[in-house]
C-alpha cells in the first residue's frame, strides 16, 4: 500500500508539472492555440491526463506521449513556451515511474493505442497478457476506422508458416513483414469483451476483397486455441464456415506436431504444412505455402475456397493470394470515420 502511494504521488507531481508548462504555454499564446493538428495534440495531452489518474500509470501511456513529443518538435523551435513541454514529454518516455508486478506496462492493443491519441500506422509495443512480457505489433490505424491489430501477414514468402504448436504458441516473423503474432496474444487480445476479425485478400490478377467476422475469438491453451468466427460479412465469402464437414468456426488449432483436427486417418497440419483451425481437412488455410501465383499438387497454398476464381480452367492449376491480412479490434470501437 506504501508502494502504491509513493508510485500515485510521482505520478501526480509529473501531472502537474505536466499542467504547469501547458498553462505557460496557453498564456504566452504559443501555436497550440490556433487550432489544427497542434490543437488536436494538445487536447489528447489533456485527455490521457486524465486517464493516468484514473486509469492507467504514466508508463502506459509513454509511448503516445512520447509519439505526441516526435510530432511536435519541429514546432517546438523557438518557442520557449513549446520547448519546455517538449522536454517534459521526453523526459517522462524515457523515465516512467516505477510500477508494481501484474500492472499494465503497455497498452492492451492497437486501438487502446488509437483512443490515446496515436492515429498513425505503424510498430507499437502492446501488452496483451499483463502476466506475458510486451510484444511488438502492426497496429492498422485507417481501414475502417482504424484501432485494429495486426495477427498475420502475408506478403512474400519469406517466412516460413510450418511451424510447431509452440511457434504457433509464441509468435514468429517480424511485424514489419510475414508473421503470425501467436496463439497465446491471441487468446489475451479476445478473452475479454466482444471482438471483430477481419481478414484481407489480394490475388495477383489485384483483385482485393474482405472478409469480416463480427463475433471472433481464440480461446485458451487448455481449450487449444478453438476458433470462433462467426457474424460474417464482405465480400470474400465466408469460407470459414463453408459446409458441415469443412467448418472451421468452433474447431481447436492444429500444427503438424498436434493433430486437434476431425481428419480420421491423418493429420491436417502435416498434410498441408501449416498450423491452422483445420476440421477434417480445409475450406480455408491462409497459413499454407506462399506461391507466386499457380501451382499444382495438393491445395497447400494460401487458400479460401469462397473466392471467386480457385483454379485455371485452362490448365487445371490452383490459384494461391499475392497478400493476406488478419486484424482484430474490440467490436464496440469507434474511431475515425
Not at 515511474?97 to 492515429?119: F, M, N, S, W
Request: proline letters at 3%; aromatic letters at 10%; glycine letters at 10%.
Amino acid at each position: 500500500m506504501e508502494h502504491r502511494h509513493d508510485k500515485t504521488g510521482g505520478v501526480k507531481e509529473r501531472l502537474v508539472q505536466l499542467q504547469h508548462c501547458m498553462r505557460s504555454l496557453q498564456e504566452t499564446g504559443g501555436s497550440w492555440s490556433q487550432g489544427g493538428q497542434e490543437s488536436d495534440s494538445l487536447g489528447a495531452i489533456l485527455a490521457l491526463m486524465a486517464a493516468v489518474l484514473t486509469e492507467c500509470d504514466l508508463h502506459c501511456h509513454s509511448q503516445a506521449l512520447g509519439a505526441m513529443a516526435k510530432r511536435l518538435e519541429i514546432a517546438a523551435v523557438g518557442r520557449e513556451g513549446e520547448k519546455d513541454l517538449l522536454l517534459f514529454l521526453k523526459s517522462i518516455t524515457q523515465y516512467p515511474p516505477t510500477v508494481a508486478p501484474l500492472e499494465r506496462l503497455h497498452p492492451q492493443d492497437c486501438a487502446q493505442i488509437y483512443r490515446l491519441g496515436i492515429k498513425e500506422n505503424g510498430i507499437y509495443t502492446i501488452q496483451p497478457d499483463m502476466r506475458r512480457p510486451a510484444l511488438e505489433a502492426k497496429c492498422d490505424m485507417e481501414t475502417a476506422g482504424g484501432g485494429w491489430t495486426v495477427i498475420q501477414n502475408r506478403q512474400d514468402g519469406s517466412v516460413d508458416f510450418n511451424r510447431t504448436w509452440q511457434e504457433y504458441q509464441e509468435g514468429f516473423g517480424s511485424p514489419q513483414g510475414e508473421h503470425w503474432l501467436g496463439n497465446a496474444a491471441l487468446y489475451a487480445l479476445t478473452s475479454t469483451g466482444q471482438h471483430q476479425l477481419r481478414i484481407e485478400l489480394e490475388d495477383w490478377h489485384q483483385q482485393r476483397r474482405y472478409a469480416i467476422y463480427n463475433n471472433f475469438k481464440v480461446a485458451s491453451e487448455a481449450q487449444r486455441y478453438r476458433l470462433t468466427a462467426r457474424e460474417y460479412s464482405g465480400d470474400a465469402g465466408n469460407a470459414l464456415s463453408y459446409s458441415k464437414r469443412y467448418n472451421h468456426d468452433g474447431r481447436p488449432f492444429t500444427t503438424a506436431d498436434r493433430d486437434h483436427d476431425r481428419y480420421a486417418t491423418g493429420n491436417c497440419g502435416h498434410y498441408y504444412g501449416a498450423g491452422w483451425w483445420f476440421d477434417a481437412c480445409l475450406a480455408a488455410n491462409l497459413n499454407g505455402r506462399y506461391y507466386r501465383g499457380r501451382y499444382s499438387g495438393v491445395t497447400n497454398g494460401i487458400y479460401w475456397g469462397t473466392w471467386y476464381i480457385l483454379t485455371d480452367g485452362r490448365t487445371g492449376e490452383r490459384y494461391s493470394f499475392k497478400s493476406v491480412e488478419m486484424k482484430t479490434r474490440p467490436r464496440n470501437f469507434v474511431g475515425a470515420s
